[in-house]
């Protein structure tokens, strides 16, 4: 089992900056894969970044590139999105998803069987 916990989401302008964490309630997990999704109203869930807890390999959604950074802390189980540029495009409750092993392709989000509550982020012109 795998429990997660978002924070960290708000109000900001555009052009300003945020950090997300998600901490995960796991001991150890060495083939642990982690992932942030968002959901904007009316709109389906769409991937934005995803890391390897073993490897730290990173991979982005392409209009999120440059300006968000992915990051874990494995010693408190946690993985950060640093979001910066923030555009109102950006607005939407953000998911931190994981799964044990691999999840296949990483972008589709009914592959991940952890799911975290949500936090909102929105961003203001």
């Known amino acids: 089992q795998m429990q997660l916990e978002e924070s960290g989401g708000g109000l900001v302008q555009a052009g300003g900056s945020l950090r997300l964490s998600c901490v995960a309630s796991?001991?150890?997990?060495?083939?642990?894969?982690m992932s942030w999704f968002r959901q904007a109203p009316g709109k389906e869930r769409e991937f934005v970044a995803h890391?390897?807890?073993?490897?730290?390999?990173?991979y982005y959604k392409d209009s999120v590139k440059g300006r968000f950074t992915i990051s874990r802390d494995n010693a408190k189980n946690t993985v950060y999105l640093q979001m910066n540029s923030l555009k109102p495009e950006d607005t939407a409750v953000y998911y931190c998803?994981?799964?044990?092993?691999?999840?296949?392709?990483?972008?589709?989000?009914?592959?991940?069987?952890?799911w975290g509550q949500g936090t909102q982020v929105t961003v203001s012109s």
């Open positions: 998803a994981g799964n044990f092993g691999g999840v296949g392709r990483i972008t589709t989000p009914a592959n991940y069987n952890y």
């Open positions: 890391i390897s807890w073993s490897s730290g390999g990173t």
């Open positions: 796991i001991r150890t997990c060495n083939n642990c894969v």
